[in-house]
């Protein structure tokens, strides 16, 4: 289950590329647009974590409603406040992975063609949150 943030839903040309790769490797992979179902990092920001709370528990139960093995972020905010925040107070029934972190898993599900030697490399854009995140050599 791919889960689209706020940010990426900006950005109408990187979700469809995106969900066109994300489809290769999984043609059955469900998303959640983001708009309606935020992790409530931005009301933290704007002094109202309870608000926050609230968003986040209502995402957790649209997850859980799908009963995915795996939750794929795109936003390493959303990544550390499901992984960082309430993982220490929650049971996840689901593994979460960055997005860079699922491509490089599953990269011998995508077929690549070139006429020479192609060397595939998963990069993943770090910014101040993720160096909070776990994130193995192999996908940095």
């Given amino acids: ?3 689209l943030q706020c940010l990426l839903l900006t950005r109408k040309n990187s979700q469809r590329s995106c969900l066109d790769i994300l489809e290769k490797i999984d ?3 469900a998303f959640i647009p983001g708009l309606d179902h935020c992790c409530g990092d931005c009301h933290i920001w704007y002094g109202n974590p309870d608000q926050a709370d ?6 957790l139960e649209k997850i859980a409603g799908f009963n995915p093995e795996i939750l794929i972020l795109w936003c390493p905010t959303c990544q550390c406040r499901l992984e960082k925040t309430f993982a220490p107070t929650r ?13 490089s898993r599953n990269l011998d599900k995508l077929s690549f063609t ?5 060397h595939v490399m998963v990069k993943l854009k770090t910014d101040c949150r993720s160096r909070w995140l776990s994130f ?3 996908c940095r």
């Fill in 136 to 138: 193995s050599p192999a």
């Fill in 114 to 118: 070139a006429t020479n030697n192609l």
């Fill in 54 to 59: 609230t968003m986040a528990d209502k995402l």
């Fill in 91 to 103: 049971h996840y029934s689901f593994e979460i992975l960055s997005l860079p972190q699922f491509l």
């Fill in 27 to 29: 043609p059955e992979i």
């Fill in 1 to 3: 289950m791919l889960r």
